[in-house]
């Protein structure tokens, strides 16, 4: 019964930005930590960044470091994602997930994946 959701995904210019967001649909009895991964045609399913759903703790790819911030929305089990100095490289699907912890997250333990969200990055 716990859907996820993503939106803010499109096409954009290289070294644009894009912020991406992510909710949980339906009642939940839990707060979720939360984090997004993404997958390129003929690639796998990487890891981008996850975030605790209390504490503050956030991981986050070498390959997005100190241009994506993951963050916790307003509402309760909300994320977003902000995607600056984007890169051709980071066209993907993105994937909003939710799971444990932030830890568990970066380790693939996921409970809840979102559908994706499209991201193009045209150089």
């Known amino acids: 019964q716990v859907q996820l959701v993503e939106s803010g995904g499109g096409l954009v210019q290289a070294g644009g930005s894009l912020r991406l967001s992510c909710g949980v649909s339906?009642?939940?009895?839990?707060?979720?930590?939360l984090g997004w991964f993404r997958q390129a045609p003929g690639k796998e399913r990487d890891f981008v960044a996850s975030?605790?759903?209390?504490?503050?703790?956030?991981y986050c790819a070498d390959s997005v470091k100190g241009r994506f911030t993951i963050s916790r929305g307003n509402a309760k089990n909300t994320v977003n994602l902000q995607m600056n100095s984007l890169k051709p490289e980071d066209t993907a699907v993105y994937y909003c997930?939710?799971?444990?912890?932030?830890?568990?997250?970066?380790?693939?333990?996921?409970?809840?994946w979102g559908p994706g969200t499209q991201v193009t990055v045209s150089s």
């Open positions: 997930a939710a799971g444990f912890d932030a830890y568990s997250i970066r380790q693939v333990l996921i409970d809840h």
């Open positions: 339906g009642p939940t009895f839990t707060t979720y930590a």
């Open positions: 975030i605790s759903s209390s504490d503050g703790t956030t």
